[in-house]
């Protein structure tokens, strides 16, 4: 209903899925659309951090199913699955996964004891359940029958925010790490074997999405830019009476992603379809 309102005439509304503002996935987004690297054939996608992979680390909000919805599926898969939709204008048909949780208990954070809301119902009484998942691992067909794989998880020590994708192509590869985000990864295969390899693509030129407006060439943006640009896709699609994407159908249909997953990892990664947002 609420995906339904805000499509009507005369109403904006956008979802948050700031990352596929970052100029060198939207580089992707443009590239794989003039057939740089040919016919998408197999996608994979990760997004990797290591803040929870201390047990010791105190229960909060994040852990707790009823407040947070899904651990690491909801908070940072969510993100991956925009992406890689946004990267290769297709969407999600149908998927299998498996959620874990690897530390089922943890410490009560201090604050909650002292007011009295932890999370295990009695105040002091020290550890209290997790009930979201630690990690989620699945796949997934594009509705052009592309192959696509995906992980998240909040234990990978080392990776501080390593939201990364593959995108395989007929004709070439396209690889992105925001760990360093103004740099896109682009393989030609039309070029003969004995001079191929990867080359790096700075994205910071001005006539790259989103640059013309900020630092000379081989200035990088940082992660903030992200929401500044989000704002003007957004008061500009007011202006000129457009579409701010994503639109709240696009959200509905992420979040129908991320439910077929749950779904999949308790009927024991049966094959889930995803039903067609508004």
């Known amino acids: ?15 948050g899925f700031t990352y596929r503002r970052t100029p060198a996935i939207s580089l992707a987004r443009e590239m794989v659309a003039d057939g740089t690297i040919g016919t998408v054939r197999q996608v994979r996608a ?18 707790d199913k009823q407040r947070a919805g899904s651990g690491a599926l909801g908070d940072i898969g969510a993100h991956i699955i ?3 939709e946004f990267v290769t204008d297709q969407r999600l048909i149908g998927v299998s996964g498996r959620l874990e949780t690897f530390v089922t208990q943890r410490p009560t ?26 990690a989620a691992v699945f796949f997934g067909t594009l509705d052009s029958g592309a192959l696509a794989s995906f992980e998240a998880s ?9 939201m990364r994708f593959e995108i395989n192509g007929s004709a070439g590869t396209l690889a992105f790490d925001f760990e360093e985000m103004n740099v896109l990864q682009h393989y030609d295969g039309r070029v003969p074997a004995a001079r191929s390899g990867f080359s790096r693509i700075q994205v910071t030129e001005p006539s790259h999405p989103y640059l013309s407006a900020w630092w000379p060439p081989g200035h990088g943006l940082g992660y903030e830019h992200g929401f500044t640009h989000q704002l003007i896709d957004l008061v500009h699609a007011i202006g000129t009476g457009g579409v701010a994407r994503p639109t709240f159908a696009d959200g509905l249909h992420v979040q129908r992603v991320l439910a ?7 009927a024991g990664s049966a094959w889930q379809r995803i039903h067609p947002a508004v």
């Not at 909040?154 to 390593?162: D, E, I, V």
């Not at 077929?260 to 308790?266: C, G, L, T």
């Open 46 to 63: 990760q997004y990797l951090q290591d803040w929870l992979s201390d047990e010791n680390s105190p229960l909060t909000w994040r852990l």
């Open 109 to 134: 954070a201090a604050e909650d004891a002292a007011a009295g809301t932890s999370l295990t119902g009695s105040a002091g009484s020290g550890f209290g359940p997790v009930t979201v998942d630690d």
């Open 154 to 162: 909040r234990f990978a020590l080392g990776r501080k925010n390593a």
């Open 260 to 266: 077929a997953v749950e779904a999949s990892s308790a």
């Open 82 to 84: 925009d992406a890689v």
């Open 1 to 15: 209903m609420v995906a339904a309102a805000a499509a009507a005439p005369g109403q904006q509304a956008m979802v």
